[in-house]
C-alpha cells in the first residue's frame, strides 16, 4: 500500500470516527412533523443548500476556506442541516475518477491552486471521497444532511431544454438514476449524519407527465427505502418542483414506513400558477400578490400538511438576492417569510455556498444569492441574522405540553414586538420575546390582564388596562391579512407600523388595505403576523 494511500484511509477514518460521536439521529414522520426517533420529539430541519452537482462534482467552496472553517460558518449562523445536491453520474460514470484529473479538463487553474492551499488532500482522491469528507465533518459538528439527488449530468439546473429535466431526456435514463439513487443510499446507509435522501430536483421540461411520476418517483423512493431504510425519501413534484396537486386525486401509495416526505420549491419568477413574472412583484399591489401566492402554495402543496393523511413538507428551495439589488426579490422574500413561520416549517434557502469553481465557462463565479460571501468568510447580508431569527428557532412541536399563545412577528426587519419599560411596543430581537393572546378583539399580553392600545396616528402603541376602548380593538385587515388595524375616536381606521426612524412601533394610517389595483406603495413596514408558538 502506498503512503498516499494510507494516508487517505487514515483520514476518512479519522472523519467517520467523529461522525459517529455526533448527535445527529434518525428522524421519522408523525402527520405533517420531522420527528428525533430518540427523544420522540420534533426536529425542525434549517438547512443551508450547498451545490456539488456542477461539473467538478464536488461541495463547492473548498477553494475559498479549509472544510473544517466553512462547515464551522454554518454552524455559527445556525444552520442545523445541509442539503447537498449532486449528479447520478458521479456515482454510475465518474465514481473511481480523480478529483485531479477531472479538473485538468476545466481550465481553471486558480480553483486548482486554491484547492491546494486550503484542502490539498482534495486534489489526491475521487469526487466520492470528497463526498464522504464533507458528510463526516458535517457530521462531526452535529450538523444533519439531506443529500440531494440535483441532475444526471452534473451541469448547472435548469432550464426546459437542458435534456436532463425529466424521464427518459437524453440525460435522464430512469434506470441509470435508480441505480445512482441506490449507490448512494447503501454507501452512506451507516452514516448517521445522512438523515434524507431526495428522489431528484425540479422535474421540468416537455416530457413532464404524471404517468411516468407515479411509475418511476414510486420506484425509486422503494429502492431508498431498501438501501436505507433509516433516510427520510423526500419526493418532490412537477413544474420546477412547484405542484403536487395531483396527489389529491391520486396518492402515492408506496410503504416508506414512515420516512415519506415532499418538497417544494418557490422564487420571485417562478410565481404560482398565472403569476410568472418577477417584475409582478413591483407592478402590482403587493397584499394581492402575496395572499395569491400563499393560497397557491396551498393549493398546489401545502395541503400535504394538511388533513387525516397529512405528511411533512420540506420548502427546499428558495432565496433572494443576498445584495439587496432586487426590489422584487425583496418583496417576494418578505411575503414568503410570513408562510415560512406561520406554519413553522422546515427549510432550506439557497444558497450558502458564495461562489462556484466553475459555472458555464466561468471560474470562481460569485453567487449572489449566497449566504455567504465570495471568499466564504463573511456573510453576505448583514441583516441575515435578524431576518432569518425566528424562522430558524423550533416554535410549534406536536408534543409540547407547554400552552399555546402568539408571537408577534415583524417579517420585514424579522424581529418581534417587545413591550418596553414604558409599556410602548417595539421591535427587537426574537430571542426572549413576549408571548401574546388573541381574546375576542382584545390582543393581550401573556399572563398579564394589559391589552394592545394606539394612542393615535402617530403615536407609540402601548399596553394598557382599558381593554374596552374602541382602540384596544384588533382585527386583520387587508387582503394579505398581514395589517393589524383598530379604530380611532374619530373613527379613522389606523393599523400597527414600525416607525421608519426607530424601533419603536406606533399606528399610523393603513396603507394600501384595500383591493386597490392603483395602490402600488409598500405596505411592509405595517405587515405584523400573530405567529402560533407552544415551545
Known sequence: MSSQS??????????????????????????RWIIDDSTGQRAKLVCGNWAGHLRPMM?????????????????????????LTYAIHMWTRYGHHNVSDTLATLDAPEVVEGIANNNPWVLNVTHINVFEAVIN?????????????????????????????????????PQEWIQ???????????????????????????????????K??????????????????????????????????????IDLGNKMVFEVHLYS???????????????QPLNRICAKSIKGLDYRAGFVTMGKNAAPLIFTEFGFDQSGGSVADNKFMTCLQTYLAGRDMDWGIWAFHGSYYVRGDNAQLDESFGVMDSNWSHLRNPNFADKFQLLQRKNQDPTSKNPGGYIMYHPLTGKCAQVNDKNELEVASCESQKRWNYVGSNILLDDTKKCLTAGGEGLSVAVSDDCQNQSSSWSPASLSR???ATTDKDGHQLCLQKDSNSSSIVAS???????????LDDPRSQWFQLVAANV
Not at 483520514?11 to 402527520?31: D, E, G, M, Q
Not at 473548498?62 to 449562523?77: F, R, T
Not at 419568477?269 to 407592478?283: E, N, P, Q
Not at 394610517?509 to 395602490?519: W, Y
Open 482 to 484: 398581514l395589517h393589524l
Open 180 to 214: 445512482g439513487l441506490s449507490l448512494a443510499a447503501k454507501h452512506f446507509a451507516g452514516n448517521t449524519a445522512v438523515v434524507a435522501q431526495s428522489l431528484r430536483n425540479e422535474l421540468h421540461g416537455p416530457r413532464q407527465n404524471v404517468d411516468d411520476w407515479y
Open 137 to 173: 465533518e458535517l457530521g462531526a459538528q452535529n450538523v444533519k444532511v439531506l443529500y440531494d439527488n440535483h441532475v444526471s449530468k452534473p451541469k448547472w439546473c435548469c432550464n426546459d431544454d437542458d435534456d436532463n429535466g425529466f424521464f427518459h431526456d437524453r440525460y435522464f435514463d
Open 509 to 519: 394610517q393603513c396603507i394600501c388595505v384595500e383591493d386597490d389595483s392603483l395602490c
Open 216 to 253: 418511476y418517483m414510486s420506484q425509486a423512493a422503494l429502492a431508498i427505502h431498501k438501501e436505507n431504510p433509516n433516510v427520510l425519501v423526500v419526493i418532490s413534484g412537477l413544474n420546477y418542483d412547484t405542484e403536487l396537486q395531483f396527489l389529491k386525486k391520486r396518492p402515492l401509495e
Open 269 to 283: 419568477w417562478s410565481g404560482i400558477g398565472t403569476l410568472k413574472l418577477g417584475d409582478i412583484w413591483t407592478k
Open 6 to 31: 494510507f494516508f487517505l484511509i487514515l483520514l476518512v477514518s479519522i472523519f467517520a470516527l467523529f461522525a459517529s460521536c455526533s448527535n445527529a439521529y434518525p428522524l421519522s414522520t408523525h402527520k
Open 59 to 83: 461541495p463547492e467552496g473548498l477553494d475559498k476556506q479549509p472544510l473544517k472553517n466553512i462547515v464551522s460558518n454554518l454552524v455559527k449562523h445556525k444552520f442545523n442541516c445541509v442539503r
